[in-house]
């Protein structure tokens, strides 16, 4: 691409290459998210319309109100804010929820930020075991829970469980957990960064009292945004408003939401998100094609002697870990590119987003590629195999 | 000038998006349908006509 912006080099990979990059493929925009970049990109332009009182989710041009009232319903619940990514929206729960020295249920196979938001508080992770499918199921939270009581004597103050995983793109059992975290009385947040957007979700259904979903990975935004969504109960607590006076000059701020900064998520990066939103509400609707197409993928690559799928089979999620430390990774030991033949190869046939260099485990994503662009692909990797006597069925 | 060309020069860059989402769902052969090949004659169409309103707008 001779196209430069400055010294910076126009990203077109997305108009040149099938990029089957594991977290990349949900959060491409939509054509209209891209008009809305280029017509809001300048810094503060969400804030020419804003009146009182002075907040970004209560702006009505454009229709961010609304968008706010929209995404409540479409998540299935009460209340809903735009945050700087999902990490803001587990920060913004555990910074109301979790103090020092408080326990908080993780998954073993949960994101680093989770992580991270708890030790900002001072709180301790306490990680759910995966079951022998690599599952995070309600039995094992409810054991995990006892665990943590008979260890410290009192109940965890939160449960945080991804709903798929960034590991294998598994799927976790919300609902039982949900489920058990109502028995206890926890409070219950459903990381939904890989669903929310990609497949019909509704918190109501699910049980959950806070649902937090990702704009960048699955809801065709640009980085970073998310979703923060809850029921009236938590409402109050989460979204609070400032109640701070200055000691000076009296002034207090009181529409601002304490855990929100006040204004989240301003300019382009909202505007695309209520942008692609219509195309997000549709394409929620076609979630079982993109599985067809995996699985339709996944058959195809298994046919490749050596190769195996790491993830829960049949795949219930786009996002696949592969393993093909007996297939490619022995043509990788004698290459002179060593594991990099294999990124050689995908890329002369015009496909990108693996791990450079990696052949034994690694990742894939289809989500989002057209049917014949699926066929191609699995094409693809059955002439690499061809091309180096790998045996193909 | 009017705002004319400042709304042409917006609807050309939306009409290059457009193409540039035919591009995303053609790759890597970009082997086009009927109804994408009736899509980009209509883009490129509508971006001339918008290049002819700015010049005319804009050079006089």
Same mark, same amino acid.
């Given at each position: 691409?001779?196209?430069?912006?400055?010294?910076?080099?126009?990203?077109?990979?997305?108009?040149?290459?099938?990029?089957?990059?594991?977290?990349?493929?949900?959060?491409?925009?939509?054509?209209?998210?891209?008009?809305?970049?280029?017509?809001?990109?300048?810094?503060?332009?969400?804030?020419?319309?804003?009146?009182?009182?002075?907040?970004?989710?209560?702006?009505?041009?454009?229709?961010?109100?609304?968008?706010?009232?929209? *995404?409540?319903?479409?998540?299935?619940?009460?209340?809903?804010?735009?945050?700087?990514?999902?990490?803001?929206?587990? #920060?913004?729960?555990?910074? =109301?929820?979790? +103090?020092?020295?408080?326990? !908080?249920?993780? @998954?073993?196979?949960?994101?680093?930020?989770?992580?991270?938001?708890?030790?900002?508080?001072?709180?301790?992770?306490?990680?759910?075991?995966?079951?022998?499918?690599?599952?995070?199921?309600?039995?094992?939270?409810? #054991?995990?829970?006892?665990? !943590?009581?008979?260890?410290?004597?009192?109940?965890?103050?939160?449960?945080?469980?991804? /709903?798929?995983?960034?590991?294998?793109?598994?799927?976790?059992?919300?609902?039982?957990?949900?489920?058990?975290?109502?028995?206890?009385?926890?409070?219950?947040?459903?990381?939904?960064?890989? =669903?929310?957007?990609?497949?019909?979700?509704?918190?109501?259904?699910?049980?959950?009292?806070? &649902?937090?979903?990702?704009?960048?990975?699955?809801?065709?935004?640009?980085?970073?945004?998310?979703?923060?969504?809850?029921?009236?109960?938590?409402?109050?607590?989460?979204?609070?408003?400032?109640?701070?006076?200055?000691?000076?000059?009296?002034?207090?701020?009181?529409?601002?939401?304490?855990?929100?900064?006040?204004?989240? &998520?301003?300019?382009?990066? *909202?505007?695309?998100?209520?942008? @692609?939103?219509?195309?997000? #509400?549709?394409?929620?609707? /076609?979630?079982?094609?993109?599985?067809?197409?995996?699985?339709?993928?996944?058959?195809?690559? *298994?046919?490749?002697?050596?190769?195996?799928?790491?993830?829960?089979?049949?795949?219930?999620?786009?996002?696949?870990?592969?393993?093909?430390? +007996?297939?490619?990774?022995?043509?990788? #030991?004698?290459?002179?590119?060593?594991?990099?033949?294999?990124?050689?190869?995908?890329?002369?046939?015009?496909?990108?987003? +693996?791990?450079?260099?990696?052949?034994?485990?690694?990742?894939?994503?289809?989500?989002?590629?057209?049917?014949?662009?699926?066929?191609?692909?699995?094409?693809?990797?059955?002439?690499?195999?061809?091309?180096?006597?790998?045996?193909?069925? | 000038?009017?705002?004319?060309?400042?709304?042409?020069?917006?609807?050309?860059?939306?009409?290059?998006?457009?193409?540039?989402?035919?591009?995303?769902?053609?790759?890597?052969?970009?082997?086009?349908?009927?109804?994408?090949?009736?899509?980009?004659?209509?883009?490129?169409?509508?971006?001339?006509?918008?290049?002819?309103?700015?010049?005319?707008?804009?050079?006089?």
């Amino acid at each position: 691409m001779k196209q430069m912006i400055g010294d910076i080099e126009v990203r077109a990979r997305e108009e040149l290459f099938i990029n089957i990059h594991p977290i990349q493929a949900a959060g491409r925009l939509t054509p209209e998210a891209m008009k809305a970049m280029i017509t809001y990109g300048d810094g503060y332009s969400t804030c020419d319309w804003c009146r009182q009182p002075f907040r970004l989710d209560k702006i009505q041009r454009p229709p961010i109100d609304e968008f706010h009232l929209e *995404l409540a319903k479409f998540v299935g619940m009460d209340q809903a804010r735009v945050v700087p990514g999902a990490r803001r929206g587990f #920060q913004a729960v555990v910074s =109301s929820l979790v +103090e020092k020295g408080d326990s !908080v249920i993780v @998954s073993s196979l949960a994101h680093y930020t989770e992580f991270l938001a708890v030790e900002d508080v001072g709180g301790i992770v306490r990680e759910v075991p995966l079951n022998q499918e690599n599952v995070i199921a309600g039995e094992n939270t409810a #054991q995990k829970i006892e665990m !943590v009581k008979k260890d410290t004597g009192k109940l965890p103050k939160l449960i945080v469980i991804d /709903h798929f995983d960034y590991m294998f793109g598994n799927e976790h059992d919300i609902y039982g957990i949900a489920k058990v975290a109502k028995e206890y009385d926890i409070p219950f947040l459903a990381n939904c960064a890989y =669903s929310l957007g990609v497949m019909p979700i509704n918190g109501r259904e699910i049980g959950a009292d806070f &649902l937090v979903g990702s704009g960048h990975k699955s809801f065709a935004s640009p980085a970073p945004s998310g979703i923060l969504a809850t029921t009236e109960e938590w409402a109050d607590k989460v979204f609070r408003t400032t109640r701070m006076v200055g000691d000076v000059t009296k002034r207090k701020f009181g529409i601002k939401e304490v855990e929100m900064m006040g204004c989240t &998520l301003m300019g382009a990066n *909202l505007i695309a998100m209520m942008a @692609s939103f219509p195309a997000v #509400q549709e394409r929620v609707k /076609h979630w079982d094609d993109e599985v067809k197409k995996i699985n339709y993928f996944i058959e195809e690559f *298994l046919r490749i002697e050596g190769n195996r799928v790491l993830s829960e089979m049949p795949r219930k999620h786009t996002l696949t870990k592969v393993d093909t430390t +007996e297939s490619f990774d022995k043509i990788a #030991q004698t290459h002179k590119r060593r594991g990099f033949f294999f990124s050689d190869e995908l890329k002369k046939r015009r496909i990108v987003g +693996e791990f450079p260099g990696a052949t034994r485990q690694w990742k894939l994503n289809t989500y989002g590629l057209t049917w014949d662009q699926t066929k191609y692909l699995a094409e693809a990797f059955q002439d690499i195999a061809r091309k180096y006597g790998i045996t193909v069925a | 000038m009017t705002e004319r060309a400042v709304e042409e020069t917006f609807a050309a860059l939306f009409a290059l998006i457009d193409l540039r989402q035919i591009f995303r769902d053609t790759k890597p052969t970009y082997q086009l349908n009927k109804e994408q090949e009736r899509k980009i004659r209509e883009i490129t169409k509508n971006v001339r006509q918008s290049l002819d309103v700015i010049e005319k707008e804009l050079i006089k």
